[in-house]
């Protein structure tokens, strides 16, 4: 069966830091490209951090610096560390995956997602 599953989720106050996980089955994980994209109650997805097959990564101007985005082929894991947290950052997170790599574009890694997952709600107090 393909999922994908977040968890680590939390509150946490302005400032503070959590680390998100995604664990991966039923596809090849260690040859897709891996992400994280967030929706806030009324707001339109936002694509947050993505990293390719090759290792390499992409961040949207407001979580570069902060947050950072990893993974463990070994484990089929994918992970988002995000510190110096926001009120703003506030959002269920969804972890995402795609045979092709990233390319530069949110519009069309979101138009070519195959895999998501169920989300994980992260909540920032100030």
């Known amino acids: 069966q393909v999922q994908l599953v977040e968890s680590g989720g939390g509150s946490v106050q302005a400032g503070g830091s959590l680390r998100l996980s995604c664990a991966g089955s039923?596809?090849?994980?260690?040859?897709?490209?891996m992400g994280w994209f967030r929706q806030a109650p009324g707001k339109a997805r936002e694509g947050v951090a993505v990293?390719?097959?090759?290792?390499?990564?992409s961040y949207a101007d407001s979580v570069k610096g902060r947050f950072i985005v990893s993974r463990d082929n070994s484990k089929n894991t994918l992970y988002l560390q995000m510190n110096s947290l926001k009120p703003e950052d506030a959002a269920r997170y969804y972890c995402?995956?795609?045979?092709?790599?990233?390319?530069?574009?949110?519009?069309?890694?979101?138009?070519?997602?195959?895999?998501w997952g169920q989300g994980t709600l992260v909540t920032v107090s100030s």
């Open positions: 995402a995956a795609e045979s092709r790599n990233f390319g530069g574009s949110w519009y069309f890694w979101f138009r070519n997602l195959e895999i």
């Open positions: 039923g596809f090849t994980y260690r040859s897709y490209c």
């Open positions: 990293i390719d097959s090759d290792g390499s990564t």
